[in-house]
């Protein structure tokens, strides 16, 4: 489904059981032209089919990457550097015993949720682990990525 809110309003307009180009098009052509050209901003999921709805639909509108989803596809991405790095560093696929795979799951918490214990563990297994820092220098771009849209967020939720 879809769901179209007003985010200045912090209101639900409708929401549109289906994801496809052309219901989703169809939808908010019908709505007046007046009424689509105040849409000054669209906060999308990043999906191909929204980018395109939005490019025909309300072309003036600036397209933003959700925070959430940004997130979502930057662990994503410091995962498979990861398992990348596991696989040429080892041979193999992470094992229990392993350094990398011993923190997979906490690699994908933001900071401010660790204890400084698990932070140093992290810290210490991810210099075990791995010969170059790559999964480390993905672990802080991950990180300032998160800080960036914590500090971002709290600027305009005051503004």
Do not use: C
């Not at 995962?79 to 992470?94: A, I």
């Not at 480390?136 to 960036?148: P, Q, T, W």
């Amino acid at each position: 489904m879809t769901t179209l809110r007003d985010i200045t309003n912090h209101q639900t307009i409708d929401i549109i059981p289906s994801r496809s180009y052309v219901e989703v098009a169809r939808f908010l052509h019908r709505f007046p032209t007046y009424w689509k050209q105040k849409i000054s901003y669209a906060p999308l999921d990043m999906s191909p089919t929204y980018r395109a709805v939005f490019n025909t639909i309300t072309p003036h509108a600036t397209q933003v990457a959700d925070h959430f989803h940004v997130i979502t596809l930057t662990n994503q991405a410091l995962d498979r550097v990861r398992r990348r790095v596991q696989q040429q560093t080892l041979g193999h696929r992470g094992r229990k015993t392993n350094p990398l795979y011993r923190i997979r799951r906490q690699l994908v918490y933001g900071q401010e949720k660790l204890t400084d214990k698990t932070q140093h563990r992290i810290e210490s297994l991810l210099r075990l682990g791995e010969p170059y820092s790559e999964v480390a220098i993905a672990y802080r771009v991950k990180e300032r990525l998160r800080n960036f849209y914590t500090r971002h967020h709290h600027h305009s939720n005051h503004a």
